[in-house]
């Protein structure tokens, strides 16, 4: 079965950083797309960025600018770089895989790590 372990949420203050990692139980190869959501209180889940397995990337118009998605193929990580962190930014961010006819074909998630951002 295909795992996503996400970590780096935390409290931080407004215009700080963060970096979210997940590691992943499969090898990148197989996986179509990698992404982040997240989800607020009262919300629901949105999407963040995505990554391609041929390296295309889509952001979200809310955080264009300030959030970098990226991978370590060697290691199965996923990575999202936060900066400029504005309190509308906290919400529990997952991390998401789609695998296609390579293999264990479906979407995953993982269980989800909380960013909260103070102003």
């Known amino acids: 079965q295909v795992q996503l372990v996400e970590s780096g949420g935390g409290l931080v203050q407004a215009g700080g950083s963060l970096r979210l990692s997940c590691a992943a139980s499969?090898?990148?190869?197989?996986?179509?797309?990698m992404g982040w959501y997240r989800q607020a209180p009262g919300n629901q889940r949105e999407l963040v960025a995505t990554l391609t397995r041929g390296g295309s990337t889509n952001y979200a118009d809310s955080v264009k600018g300030r959030f970098t998605i990226s991978r370590d193929n060697a290691k199965n990580m996923v990575y999202l770089q936060m900066n400029s962190l504005k309190p509308e930014d906290t919400a529990v961010y997952y991390c998401n895989a789609e695998i296609g006819a390579w293999g264990p074909s479906g979407a995953y998630w993982g269980q989800g790590t909380q960013v909260t951002v103070s102003s």
């Open positions: 499969v090898s990148m190869s197989i996986i179509n797309t």
